[in-house]
């Protein structure tokens, strides 16, 4: 089965930025020889995540409310004492959801739910610039 690696650039704005990426991916997915397969979505970073969700303001801000109360930016991460950057609550976010997803697709679309989107959540305490990697393993019409 063939792999086609391709990589997703985003800028953010840090601070559990929710950004919908389904579209971008998408985009992706149509310009492979690929009909059918899987797509992994990966970050190679540690202070942000990838999930789907239902991609609407009222959700957006209850995720925000939900890493607040679950990580708390303002209590004391041995991380910050160690290198005094701010972001250890960062790092614990990300780890509880993960840096990567995996969407099978068939002719070309992506087989999500109707209200869901993928989306990558930047936990960082500042703007970044992100490279996430796509890959895409499947096959062609037969």
């Known amino acids: 089965m063939p792999i086609i690696t391709s990589k997703l650039s985003l800028n953010t ?8 990426i389904t579209s971008e991916v998408e985009r992706e997915l149509m310009d492979t020889d690929l009909e059918s397969g899987m797509v992994t979505i990966f970050l190679p970073g540690a202070t942000g995540g990838i999930t789907t969700i239902e ?7 209850d995720i925000k409310n ?14 910050n ?15 509880l959801l993960g840096p990567s997803l995996t969407v099978p ?10 209200w869901q989107q993928i989306v990558f959540i930047d936990f960082d305490v500042r703007p970044r610039s992100r ?3 796509l890959q895409f393993i499947g096959g062609g019409k037969k």
């Open 13 to 20: 704005k840090g601070d559990t930025d929710v950004i919908d």
């Open 55 to 61: 991609y609407e303001s009222g959700l957006i801000e």
């Open 66 to 79: 939900v890493f607040e109360k679950l990580v708390p930016r303002w209590i004391e991460y041995k991380h």
């Open 81 to 95: 004492l160690a290198w005094q950057d701010g972001n250890g609550h960062s790092h614990i976010r990300a780890s």
């Open 105 to 114: 697709f068939v002719q070309k679309r992506l087989l999500l739910g109707r």
């Open 131 to 133: 490279e996430l990697i």
